[in-house]
């Protein structure tokens, strides 16, 4: 099994104690200090929520603070605005040793600079022959620890400054302000115009604490269809499936290199709004109930159909050798000595027929809910025959039958989108998984997997997708947050580990830093739809990408399935603030968090706290997985049943997350939690627009403290979070698609790995315990990890796998000849 230690149920002790402890605090100041009795004289009918809103904070010296901000000097406020720094003891403890699923987020450091070029390819590449491999199965990487250790973790620091003053284009701005959403539809409509897209983003940068400002975001809101309509990304996605044709050309040379000019042009990161993003989603009437609530009360529903997508290769077939050595000649891989050439290939284009094997288990296993096989190739040249033409050719496995309606064949030339089929043909797994979403179905559901991976037990749709539970997603131990530019040291690092760090710096800007886990080596349940906009929300690492024809030209490819995983997570959570500050908190849509609108949210704090710890008081959802689903006529997991978390029981970020102290005024505004803070002009900090970002990317902890106390006002449900439903239904209903569409559940995978190294090894781990003993796994995956090149070891390693696939899965497949 892959390292699935996840940290037992922690009791935690009671918000009320804290509750009772900085009341009698409270009375504490009251009677000594005339200024509050002043500010509660002026606003007695306040009374109440005045109270609690100190009370939410943590120690009577930020009371005190409060207490001189009072007297009026403003000029205090501003100072103090990125300058709370309260030393929380347990944090850096909790980091570090609780191994929380999502531990806390440490803010970027001030000083980070921030290349905005992707770091440049290992220009002398001294990787021993072979080194990149597929897999990393260090599974207890401890990446991501190192990396706080060597930061200053402290996440109530806010003005975490990303920028450095040696940036000098426009490119971060787009995550800077993430917020400014009208901008950024604003910047979408302009045709992908990429200068344009680019000074857009400063007017917002100086405009950014006006609360003027937020007027952008009350048309946004009101006219989301409108200010929506033409976007157009600067990546251009693939509309409908390309014709294959044998007449076919590979692209020249210049064609490649002018989509690397492309790319240098294009912005890092952008930030897709979310009326944008639902507009491809239907909600059918149950949706709002069930999300709001955690009830279901619709129709019986039907069992969802999914693509299995595999990637493959034949590496044995001649012609494809014979295509791809000309790029292997020119890869900046290639040394003089063609050491790299010789030996790059050997076990990656090994075969043992397991293409085969894993689509008889899919028949067999999940044959009743799989929609197509869609099995995604190379093209190859035929050889040149003298006067004629050359001919293309796309590889298929042999023993393929001819007109299957349930399997496609796609070349990458097929489906890859129009610039970046221009570096075709590529043989780097990552390029073309960075290009699966552009594959065409009738649905949007695919399970991404490769050829060594088979299922090994019978398999429901909702072990890998739901309707109400959306994909589950499975995780290992080793988490990654890069706070810095990843370095050429980086790039040199084992496996998928390069590719992790980069992924993990490129999504710390875009959502906020903390620790992300790397997803499990197994297939990937993935949206075509969410995929997309994962990637293309990166223009230029997507479309560098797209140039890399062999792994590890560049050190650093953004990495699919970490990529798309915690894309989901984080819009899901980005979904839930913004509905809390933007729609719900901000009741009358200017832009801007009034008293009444804040004394309202912290009256919903107050009350979250108050409650029992949510360990407590929120009922389970993950546990009950399989009876919802049962609700609504879907059948129940059979293989994924250890069910961790589901995005209804709230972000995964607040499992095992402490929030028994949540200071308003460090993690919402300073002034927060007093009238008088804005009682004769309003307060830029209280720019609705400027809180979210805040605690959307800023101070992640504070977003995840904010969403899990405010949870806790009820025991399931989404529903405090959500805009009203009568006064704000269109606002609602763009909520409900956006946590419809993200939504996700995460599971301890019943799968196992293998790297299989020689005879004896597969003999005694895989067919004496999988045939002898009639072991069982969900899904196994058998990495091939042979170094001999002894051809008898060969020989009889390839006996057994076939005994063992023949065992496993003796029955033919339908799709075989
Ligand atoms: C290899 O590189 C040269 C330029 O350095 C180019 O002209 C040639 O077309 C390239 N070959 C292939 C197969 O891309
Ligand atoms: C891969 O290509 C080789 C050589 O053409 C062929 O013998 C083998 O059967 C192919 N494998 C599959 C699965 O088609």
Known sequence: MLGHSYPPYRQRRSFQKHYYALFAILLFVVW?????????????????????????????????????????????????????????????????????????????????????????????????????????????????????????????????????????????????????????????????????????????????DKSGDASDDETDVEEPAQANEDIQYPIQTLKAMTPWTETYTFPSWDECESVKEKADDLPDMLHVPFEQSVKDVMLEGWEDEWIAKARYTGPKLREPKIDFVYNWVNGSQQELRNTMHPYELNSSLNDPEGEWVASHGTNRYREWDELRYSMRSVEKYAGSFTNRIQILVNAFQNPSQDSHPVTMGKQRPLWLKENLDKVQVLSQEEFFGPEERKCLPTFDSLTIENQLYNTKSETDRMFALSDDMILGKPHSASDLYSPLFGPTMGFKDNAYNTLKPPTEEDAQRFGEKPFLIYTSWLLNRRFGARKRKGQVHFGHSLSRSIAKEAITSFPRPALRSAFQRFRGETG??????????????????????????????????????????????????????????????????????????????????????????????????????????????????????????????????????????????????????????????????????????????????????????????????????????????????????????????????????????????????????SALFEGLLPERSSFEM
Request: aromatic share 6%; with cysteine.
């Open 32 to 208: 000594q200090s005339g200024t509050l009795s002043r500010v509660r004289h002026v606003d007695s009918e306040l009374d109440s929520t005045d109270r609690q809103g100190i009370i939410l904070r943590t120690s009577p010296e930020q009371i005190d603070e409060q207490l001189s901000e009072q007297s009026g000097e403003s000029a205090h406020i501003v100072n103090s605005y990125g300058h709370h720094t309260h030393p929380r003891p347990n944090q850096q403890d909790q980091v570090e040793h609780h191994g929380d699923f999502y531990s806390s987020p440490s803010p970027l450091p001030r000083d980070t600079p921030l290349a905005n070029n992707a770091p440049l390819p290992p220009k002398d590449n001294a990787k021993a022959p072979g080194t990149p491999r597929e897999e990393d199965t260090d599974e207890h990487d401890t990446d991501g620890i190192e990396t706080i250790r060597g930061h200053n973790a402290d996440s109530v620091e806010h003005a975490a400054k990303l920028t450095h003053p040696d940036d000098d284009d426009g490119h971060l701005s787009d995550f800077e302000h993430p917020t400014f959403q009208a901008d950024s539809q604003e910047r979408l409509r302009q045709n992908g115009v990429v200068d344009e897209i680019l000074n857009a983003d400063h007017p917002s940068k100086d405009n950014r």
């Open 556 to 801: 650093f490819q953004i990495y699919s399935w970490y990529v798309m995983f915690h894309y989901t997570m984080e819009r899901h959570r980005e979904a839930l603030l913004w509905s809390y500050i933007m729609l719900r908190g901000d009741a009358d849509d200017d832009g801007y968090l009034s008293w009444n609108e804040r004394k309202k949210m912290l009256r919903e704090l107050a009350e979250g706290m108050g409650n029992e710890t949510p360990e407590q008081f929120r009922r389970r959802i993950y546990y009950r997985m399989g009876d919802h689903l049962e609700e609504a006529g879907l059948q129940p997991p059979k293989v994924n049943t250890d069910v961790l978390w589901t995005s209804l029981d709230g972000p995964i970020m607040i499992k095992d997350l402490d929030c028994d102290a949540f200071d308003t005024e460090d993690c919402l505004a300073p002034g927060f939690s007093l009238r008088s803070s804005d009682a004769t002009a309003r307060s830029p900090v209280f720019s609705s627009a400027a809180i979210f970002d805040r605690v959307a990317r800023e101070s992640p902890r504070c977003g995840d403290c904010l969403l899990k106390l405010i949870l806790n006002r009820r025991r399931s449900g989404l529903g405090t979070l959500l805009p009203h439903p009568v006064k704000k239904p269109e606002q609602r209903a763009t909520v409900i698609k956006a946590l419809m569409k993200y939504q996700y559940t995460i599971v301890n995978p019943d799968s196992a790995f293998y790297m299989v190294t020689d005879a004896e090894q597969a003999e005694h781990v895989l067919l004496k315990p999988y045939l002898k003993h009639n072991k069982k796994a969900g899904q196994i995956c058998l990495n091939d990890d042979v170094v001999t090149q002894d051809e008898q070891e060969l020989e009889q390693l390839k006996k057994v796998m």
